[in-house]
């Protein structure tokens, strides 16, 4: 027996926002939360110029970790919990609620982990030698570990892993949590992705690569999807969480829903280490995989997250993969046509926590039937004609939404999500 | 360069406060590792702290024998004032 599944709670902490609330409307605004490098990087001859940070989170952790615990978690376990708590709030969970705890797990996306941790920790040992190794390094890295604090805070006792497919690490582990609802597997899942690397390798690391903006000018004009001028994603850090359940036990406690999540898949491209097959294939199976999931026709999709990431790449190749699946549905011209926006205009690209945060903003802009914009998009590009929702949020009659994630080694992972009735 | 033992307690009780974030006056030299509610990766931790604090080496099985925080004091004045 199929079970549909509902988003019973969400938690965001984002370069926009630290909060839900604070994300959602900052970004139905229009704002962006970029900023520029910070000095100690030390990245001043280097041309990238803009990143995407999480401010202000030191002061709220102690109220989802004892202090104590502070240095034996990475940054990106942190994030988790302090999305986590919100999401879990918002369900109306807490750590005593009676129920199957082993029915009820933690899956978390991430794509990279604890590079900070272990970029000390090389140090240490290359300075002192093994003695110097700090006994809590291997805990606090390891990705599976934000996981493993959301199962020790929460009292879940069912699965606690991570999943990773680099940018669609946590759209993978949304999708995987559906299923184990879906299909009986699980009754509530705590689910979404963390990621908070933005350390100046880490900056280094994809700038040489040239995958970054080097936009010279304001960092919050650094991330343009779409536009003609774009150069790159801006690296940013977030976390995203939702509590997944059976609609039936949602409605049957009177939860709060949000939206349903109805449709998922996953390809990979077989194709390149970093470069998205030329013609598509790959991301336009997961697009019609996903819909046939959702017992879904191309035509009855309003809104379309882009994957958006802003490279000269990406951007075109996403619009012609669009276009192929959608048809003249995602054409401008169309009355009622799908409207596409990429939010990583605002957010940056937060890496393994991108997908469920994209996943996340679709379930609101269903909700609120109101569709985030594409930023900086000043100048069009003739390769990328569809409609991105221009530089202002509008208002959108919507039933269902899709989110696309494609990632480093080909991975194309794609959500669909319906409006709560 | 001597040092006195009031200077290597009130130093060790300040690593230990720090680590287990406890207030320093909650730690006395009877006070045993466990009630302070160290766990076994939190004393290595400390260990290596001391041993970075006062430029020494406590040899494992050394460590292993320090149970309270005074049993810690002598074992680091020791090697301090060797």
Redesign the interface.
């Known amino acids: 027996m199929k079970h549909r599944v509902a988003i019973t709670g969400i938690g965001l902490v984002t370069p926009v926002g630290l909060t839900t609330q604070a994300t959602w409307q900052q970004l139905l605004q229009g704002q962006s939360g970029l900023g520029p490098l910070p000095e100690e990087y030390g990245l001043h001859d280097y041309p990238v110029r803009a990143v995407g940070l999480v401010k202000g989170e030191q002061e709220l952790l102690s109220t989802v970790l004892?202090?104590?615990y502070h240095s034996?978690t990475e940054r990106f376990s942190q994030l988790a919990l302090l999305a986590g708590a919100q999401a879990m709030q918002q369900a109306g969970w807490s750590k005593d609620v009676p129920t199957d705890r082993y029915r009820f797990g933690s899956y978390v996306g991430v794509g990279v982990g604890g590079l900070e941790g272990i970029a000390q920790a090389a140090q240490d040992f290359a300075q002192g030698g093994p003695?110097?190794v700090?006994?809590?390094v291997i805990?606090k890295i390891i990705t599976s570990m934000a996981a493993g604090w959301l199962s020790m805070q929460f009292n879940l006792q069912g699965p606690a892993l991570a999943t990773a497919s680099a940018c669609a690490s946590s759209a993978d582990a949304l999708g995987l949590a559906f299923r184990a609802i879906r299909d009986g597997y699980a009754d509530y899942m705590l689910a979404g992705g963390s990621e908070a690397c933005a350390i100046p390798l880490t900056v280094a690391g994809f700038g040489n690569i040239r995958a970054l903006s080097t936009w010279q000018g304001e960092p919050a004009a650094a991330s343009r999807p779409f536009d003609a001028n774009r150069s790159g994603f801006v690296l940013a850090e977030g976390a995203a969480m939702l509590v997944l359940e059976r609609l039936e036990a949602a409605q049957a406690r009177g939860a709060t829903i949000i939206a349903e999540i109805v449709g998922y898949a996953a390809t990979a491209d077989a194709y390149h280490l970093t470069a998205m097959h030329p013609e598509g294939q790959g991301a336009i199976a997961a697009l019609q995989l996903a819909l046939a999931d959702a017992n879904i026709s191309p035509e009855q999709v309003g809104y379309i997250n882009a994957h958006g990431t802003a490279t000269p790449m990406n951007d075109a190749q996403e619009t012609m993969i669009l276009k192929k699946v959608f048809g003249e549905h995602v054409l401008p011209a169309r009355l009622d046509h799908a409207v596409v926006s990429s939010t990583k205009s605002m957010t940056g690209h937060m890496l393994g926590a991108a997908g469920a945060a994209e996943a996340a903003f679709c379930a609101l802009a269903l909700r609120d039937q109101m569709v985030p914009p594409t930023i900086n998009l000043t100048t069009p590009d003739p390769a990328c004609d569809l409609d991105y929702v221009p530089n202002q949020a509008r208002q959108h009659g919507l039933d269902y939404a899709v989110s696309n994630s494609f990632g480093f080694g080909g991975s194309n992972t794609v959500l669909v999500l319906k409006r709560a009735q | 360069m001597s040092f006195n033992r009031e200077d290597t307690l009130s130093k060790v009780v300040g690593i230990i406060a720090e680590k287990l974030s406890l207030p320093a006056a909650n730690i006395t030299e009877a006070s045993t590792f466990k009630e302070l509610g160290a766990d076994s990766l939190d004393i290595v931790e400390i260990i290596m702290s001391f041993e970075e604090a006062f430029g020494i080496e406590i040899k494992d099985e050394d460590a292993e024998k320090i149970k309270t925080v005074g049993q810690a004091v002598d074992l680091i004045h020791g090697a301090r004032t060797k």
């Open positions: 004892p202090t104590k034996r003695k110097r700090n006994p809590f805990p």
